[in-house]
């Protein structure tokens, strides 16, 4: 496949750290483009100028999720290879990024990202105590908590997803509404709102949350969402950036005990 579109950002990186940017022909607008020759935008995340990326004449077209199936399907009419995934779990990324490699024809290159993808998670584990219940927030009105390697990551760096039995599903069935935050009584609220800045204020502001742990001891973070929304290496930054604020809230909590 010599000339790839990119229609979102994990599926860029993936390509740039695999030395596959020069076969990159078109990106979505959220790619990070940082260091790298420039490539022409086509689209958002959930919109595409179809007529202006087939200009491009490309060869593969690489999609995510079910919010681009129907953007993967035009491309289809249009006659194009797509390879459309869906990972929604760590383990589900490092296959991706391993298949990615593959269908580029770079196994091997594809492989090696995967497994320097899992060293880098398992260099953030912490099996110690104590574990922060933690409240993750992907969107605030309605409230959405966060999606399968959100809460992962979460568990991986010693905490507790105060949501954990709803983050396998799509958006609307990780909808929450205050009173469960509240009953739920997170230690930490991590926020990352995809496509507009967290306003960290207006959420210690809402009715109730003035009794919350996290807010009684400023413990509400926001984190950039190309780090920990994007299944794809830039996890790891964002592994590491929750690890940090959990130790942060250990370290308090032991020195509030000493």
């Not at 076969?23 to 483009?33: G, K, P, Y």
């Not at 079910?66 to 194009?80: H, N, T």
């Not at 390879?83 to 779990?89: E, I």
């Not at 091997?108 to 933690?134: M, T, Y």
Request: with cysteine; glycine share 10%.
């Amino acid at each position: 496949m010599q000339r790839i579109l990119c229609l979102s950002a994990e599926a860029a990186d993936i390509c740039a750290r695999l030395g596959a940017w020069d076969r990159v022909v078109a990106v979505s607008a959220f790619a990070s483009q940082a260091g790298l020759e420039r490539r022409p935008v086509i689209g958002g995340f959930s919109s595409c100028d179809i007529e202006r990326a087939l200009s491009f004449s490309p060869d593969l077209v690489i999609a995510f999720s079910d919010v681009q199936a129907g953007i993967a399907a035009e491309f289809i009419r249009a006659g194009c290879t797509v390879l459309a995934t869906n990972q929604r779990t760590l383990v589900e990324i490092e296959e991706t990024i391993r298949l990615i490699g593959r269908t580029i024809g770079l196994p091997e290159k594809g492989a090696k990202l995967a497994r320097d993808f899992r060293a880098g998670l398992d260099s953030v584990a912490c099996h110690e105590g104590p574990h922060p219940k933690v409240y993750f927030e992907e969107w605030p009105d309605p409230a959405v908590s966060g999606i399968g390697w959100v809460g992962e990551i979460i568990e991986l760096a010693g905490g507790v997803d105060i949501f954990a039995e709803r983050r396998g599903g799509k958006a609307a069935a990780r909808t929450v509404v205050w009173e469960e935050i509240l009953r739920a009584e997170p230690d930490i609220i991590l926020a990352s709102w995809c496509g507009k800045p967290v306003d960290v204020s207006s959420i210690a502001k809402r009715p109730g949350f003035e009794a919350l742990q996290a807010v009684k001891d400023g413990h509400i973070y926001a984190l950039d969402s190309d780090i920990i929304l994007q299944p794809g290496p830039r996890l790891i930054e964002g592994a590491r950036e929750v690890r940090r604020i959990l130790d942060r809230w250990r370290h308090e909590i032991a020195g509030a005990v000493t």
